[in-house]
Nanobody
Framework: QVQLVESGGGLVQAGGSLRLSCAASGRTFSRYRMGWFRQAPEKERELVAA????????YYADSVKGRFTISRDNAKNTVYLQMNSLKPEDTAVYSC??????????????????WGQGTQVTVSS
């Protein structure tokens, strides 16, 4: 059982930066795949970034490559999403998620077992 709490969202102007944090409670997740998803109104949830459960390999959606960085601090049971050069199209609710098995594609949201409540990111033009 894992409980996730996101923080760090807010309102920022285009070109600005935010760092999202996802703190886990209960037990460590160093062995689990971690992902950041986002969902804008009337749009499907999409994977933004993920970090592997073992070697730390990362995945990024094409739309955020070079701008976003996912990282994890296993000692603190926390995963981060550093977002730079934000654009209005980045506006969405961002949620972190845990995939215990990591045997499906990182983009398949149904493979993730635990989800945070989400944090709103709004980028103004």
């Amino acid at each position: 059982q894992v409980q996730l709490v996101e923080s760090g969202g807010g309102l920022v102007q285009a070109g600005g930066s935010l760092r999202l944090s996802c703190a886990a409670s209960g037990r460590t997740f160093s062995r689990y795949r971690m992902g950041w998803f986002r969902q804008a109104p009337e749009k499907e949830r999409e994977l933004v970034a993920a970090v592997s459960r073992s070697d730390g390999n990362t995945y990024y959606a094409d739309s955020v490559k070079g701008r976003f960085t996912i990282s994890r601090d296993n000692a603190k049971n926390t995963v981060y999403l550093q977002m730079n050069s934000l654009k209005p199209e980045d506006t969405a609710v961002y949620s972190c998620a845990v995939d215990e098995l990591g045997m499906y594609s990182v983009t398949y949201s149904g493979a993730y077992d635990y989800w945070g409540q989400g944090t709103q990111v709004t980028v103004s033009s």
